[in-house]
């Protein structure tokens, strides 16, 4: 399992990171991001001279804190920063650590002399077998290149979600509020269905050995966060070509000295917004299904207003600011293209993928689907999981 540092975190906006394992490796995830709030939440956690600076609560603050800053998890006994609880950027985030005694053990990491005496790599298998004396790691997995997978992206990436029932009048009851622990301890993000690395039914930090871990594949999906935001000026708040260039170029300096060779990054170019807009607007919200009187625009309108809106670009119908938008989205994109058509690393090769949104709702109508079902409804921005598994 490979491990982020927080010093790839070079956007402005939130750079939420996911990760996990294939094939004879392991499936988990992890992530490192949202850069913009980390001072604010550490100041909480800290507070003036108030219940932290108590001898009972001093560790368990310095504890939270750590969570916060590094973005690890608040269980790791044996500190290889993996964990065996699932939320507070625990295995849900990186993958669930087999055994929390030992730094040597850990999702991701090539076994051990095959895994003989225990498994030190958390994918299940290890012993010999007894009849040819061959471990089964290598008489399973030798050859099979497993390789890590790597999400270096924002919340659309890590699929958040809030669940419209705990909205929706008509289905609010105590039990749809029965996981709010657990949703709250992952910030209303839900990496362990996320579309790179989910792993319960159908998630990243970077490697801390090139020598030990086995190689990854990086997808790089900043869905919205370089033209989105909730400010009064989002076109002066989007990045540009040139900072995209720069913290892009950095940050695959700092890939290339983690990765193990062999791996893979590939951009994904950023989607067209105006799908939310065009397939959102007019249709009822979940606060306001029971009466027919909350539409998304006015959602949309509300959020803006408040200054705390996802994406006000976007979710809005000023046909001004969609243009503006969609020719810094396309200046993005080429930017990502010409690196990965040009940049060359010794740990791992580049590619580019263009966002197949449209084919993606070509199909789903083809199967009987409407649009506005591709997307998140309490927030009326982020792509649910429907749109990730067609």
Same mark, same amino acid.
């Given at each position: 399992?490979?491990? !982020?540092?927080?010093?790839?975190? !070079?956007? &402005?906006?939130?750079t939420g990171r996911t990760q996990s394992w294939i094939g004879c490796g392991y499936k988990g995830s992890r992530e490192n991001g949202y850069n913009w709030d980390l001072e604010s939440s550490q100041k909480k956690v800290r507070g003036s001279s108030n219940i932290c600076s108590l001898p009972l609560v001093k560790k368990l603050c310095e504890k939270i804190e750590n969570v916060i800053k590094n973005k690890l998890p608040f269980e790791d006994f044996d500190g290889d920063k993996f964990s065996t609880f699932p939320s507070l950027r625990g295995y849900h985030w990186r993958g669930e650590d087999c055994n929390n005694g030992m730094t040597s053990v850990y999702p991701g990491r090539r076994? !051990?002399?095959?895994?003989?005496?225990?498994?030190?790599n958390c994918n299940g298998i290890w012993g010999i077998d007894g009849e040819?004396?061959?471990?089964?790691e290598q008489k399973f997995c030798n050859g099979t290149e497993s390789?890590? *997978?790597?999400?270096?992206?924002?919340a659309a990436g890590t699929h958040f979600h809030v669940p419209p029932e705990w909205l929706t009048a008509s289905r609010i009851s105590w039990k749809v509020y029965s996981d709010l622990p657990k949703i709250l301890g992952n910030v209303f993000d839900w990496p362990q269905f996320s579309?790179?690395?989910?792993?319960?039914?159908?998630? *990243?930090?970077? &490697?801390?050995?090139? +020598?030990?871990? +086995?190689p990854a594949i990086v997808t790089y999906a900043m869905v919205g966060n370089d033209v989105c935001s909730g400010?009064?000026?989002? !076109? &002066? &708040?989007?990045?540009?070509?040139?900072?995209?260039?720069?913290n892009i170029l950095k940050s695959l300096r700092y890939l290339n000295s983690l990765l193990p060779k062999g791996s893979r990054v590939v951009f994904v170019s950023l989607p067209d917004g105006a799908f939310l807009w065009n397939n959102m607007h007019d249709r009822y919200h979940p606060l306001g299904q029971l009466n027919k009187d909350i539409t998304y625009?006015? *959602?949309?309108?509300?959020?803006?207003g408040l200054k705390v809106s996802p994406c006000s670009s976007w979710l809005s119908s000023n046909d001004t600011l969609w243009n503006i938008t969609t020719e810094r989205e396309l200046q993005l994109s080429s930017v990502l293209r010409g690196i990965a058509e040009s940049e060359k690393h010794a740990s791992f090769d580049l590619f580019y993928m263009d966002y197949p949104l449209e084919e993606i709702a070509e199909e789903w109508r083809k199967q009987g689907g409407k649009n506005w079902q591709l997307i998140e409804p309490v927030d009326g921005f982020h792509p649910n999981q429907i749109l990730k598994a067609t």
């Open positions: 399992m490979l491990m !982020v540092d927080k010093n790839l975190i !070079v956007h &402005a906006s939130s076994p !051990v002399n095959w895994g003989a005496q225990q498994d030190s040819d004396g061959i471990p089964y390789k890590g *997978v790597i999400l270096w992206g924002d579309q790179i690395t989910g792993f319960p039914n159908s998630t *990243v930090g970077l &490697a801390p050995s090139q +020598k030990f871990d +086995k400010k009064a000026d989002t !076109v &002066a &708040a989007m990045t540009t070509p040139g900072q995209l260039q720069s625009q006015q *959602v949309y309108s509300f959020l803006t």
